[in-house]
């Protein structure tokens, strides 16, 4: 095992806002250096620029098998010694019924959501395994284990990222590499703000979660780093919802 710079450094996908980004800085506060990875460059070198430039930004297409890496051989040049990955890049797709889905938007969504996190795994892993105990931790949804109308480009993706998830914790579970993955039920980000800003929406989305409101990034963000730390070290594998009791019904 490679000697550990004094510093533990953390890649972040979606860094550049939202979930991402909250995890970016919850990282930052603990004395992680983080590598801000985006598809908005601007949007990861402002979040460099919260964590007072500790770290690097750069930015990455997750749909892109090529690009994602060269993009990780780039980064592991500067950001050599990763010991934590978190997969927050992800979209939310226009709900539609099966048959009307169009083929282009269940491509981009599969890409991103599940293609993209595997993509980060792979390139990543052997880096990691190289700097244990390390962590990944993957963004699934609460759609990752349930599903509603019109939701099945991104229930599938998310339930695909939830099995990516298990296999890849029995691969390394020996070998010092816990995996595991979270499922958020609706959170306040960008992401959600145009579907929550229609009142009737809003409304229906709250009375579905029995807490009565909904996520903040933040609370996601401590969770993600929960699961890195010591205190969790007999997780791996796991499915951890954090929904506001939503898949409680």
Known sequence: MA????????????????????TALRFHEAGYSVCCLDINLGGARETLQEINNDGIALKLDVTKASQVKMVCNKLLNSFSQPSVLVNSAGISPDPQPVHLYKLEEWKRVIDINLNGTFYLMKYLIPSLLLNTPSNI??????????????????AASKHGVVGLTKAAALDYAKLGLRVNCIGPGVVETNM????????NTRTMLE??????????PE????????LCSKSAEFITGSFIPIDGGYSAF
Do not use: H, W
Not at 3 to 21: C, F, L, N, R, W
Not at 192 to 199: N, P, Q, T, V, Y
Not at 207 to 216: E, K, S
């Open 137 to 154: 931790v993957n963004i699934s949804s609460v759609m990752g284990v349930v599903a509603n109308p019109t939701t099945s480009g991104y």
């Open 207 to 216: 009375d579905q979660t029995p807490v009565g409101r909904f996520a903040q």
């Open 192 to 199: 959600s703000k145009e579907i929550l800003s229609d009142r």
């Open 3 to 22: 000697k550990k710079k004094d510093k533990p450094q953390t890649i972040v996908t979606g860094a550049g806002s939202g979930i991402g980004k909250a």
């Open 219 to 226: 609370e996601i963000a401590d969770l993600i780093y929960f």
